[in-house]
């Protein structure tokens, strides 16, 4: 599976953001989905994750109740809104997917897409 990540940008603290993550392929149903970030100097973190069904989510305690991931099977896309973005936010933003099933729900993914570049200014 092809992975390819938009949405980024430059905004202000208490903004609000949608990541898109478009999937190649006719089987994006069957893989779970993740988004991971990077920021300066930091390594890469587990940031949110939803299963193929869209059944179950799963969040990093730092965005939880800020940030929602979704999905759109019909349309192979998986989605992060971020609300009440604050600076320390700011990262390179990656979606990841890997075959439903795993018990790696928080990482590693087996699949990754480019990452988009998410400022947050204060």
């Known amino acids: 599976v092809q992975l390819q990540a938009s949405g980024g940008g430059l905004v202000q603290a208490g903004a609000s953001l949608r990541l898109s993550c478009a999937a190649s392929g006719r089987t994006f149903s069957s893989y779970d989905m993740g988004w991971f970030r990077r920021a300066p100097g930091k390594v890469r973190e587990f940031v949110a994750a939803?299963?193929?069904?869209?059944?179950?989510?799963y969040y990093a305690d730092s965005v939880k109740g800020r940030f929602t991931i979704s999905r759109d099977n019909t349309k192979n896309t998986v989605y992060l809104q971020m609300n009440s973005l604050k600076p320390e936010d700011t990262a390179v933003y990656y979606c990841?997917?890997?075959?439903?099933?795993?018990?790696?729900?928080?990482?590693?993914?087996?699949?990754w897409g480019q990452g988009t570049q998410v400022t947050v200014s204060s």
């Open positions: 939803i299963t193929w069904s869209g059944g179950s989510t």
């Open positions: 990841a997917a890997q075959v439903s099933g795993s018990s790696r729900i928080r990482g590693p993914y087996d699949y």
